[in-house]
């Protein structure tokens, strides 16, 4: 009986325990910054990469590419979309705004990309809170490059 009990007690804190994290974990998303659309520099902590940043471990190449804008706005919203978990919050000429969500805890990252210099799209990608994202902004970034490179070829 007593084992019945205690193993009781034990789920029961254990539920307890998961519901609290649920809450918890799910409020992490964060608040979208009102800086989005503005180009701001990333702040001191690694979890920001940005073409912005010169001379700073937050630095990231732009992408490079050639013909027309239209053209190059088409392949990155093509280089976009096999991320998962992506949103395009806006998407104007010369900008666009994606939200990406990881998929376990639910944390968003901002990422903006800016078409208004020719031949380059300069770009933004930090998570909304914490500090480290253990270089899941750089690596995502890196991997829209190739995807755009690819389809430029």
């Known amino acids: 009986m007593d084992s019945i009990m205690s193993w009781n007690w034990n789920t029961i804190i254990l539920a307890i325990i998961a519901i609290l994290s649920c809450i918890i974990i799910s409020s992490c998303a964060g608040k979208a910054p009102t800086t989005i659309g503005q180009f701001s520099v990333c702040p001191g902590t690694p979890n920001c990469v940005s073409t912005k940043n010169i001379n700073t471990k937050n630095y990231i190449l732009p992408i490079y590419y050639k ?32 939200e990406v969500t990881s998929r376990i805890f639910g944390f968003i990252d901002d990422v903006e990309f800016y078409l208004n210099e020719p031949g380059i799209i300069h770009f933004r990608s930090a998570s909304r809170i914490g500090y480290s994202d253990l ?9 829209i490059r190739k995807t755009f490179q690819n389809l430029q070829e």
Do not use: C, W, Y
Request: aromatic share 4%; charged share 35%; proline share 2%.
């Open 67 to 98: 013909g027309s804008r239209d053209k190059a706005k088409r392949f990155l919203l093509l280089a976009i979309k096999p991320i998962k978990s992506v949103s395009i919050k806006k998407e104007l000429d010369q900008f666009i705004h994606i």
């Open 135 to 143: 270089g899941v902004n750089r690596e995502r970034m890196e991997t």
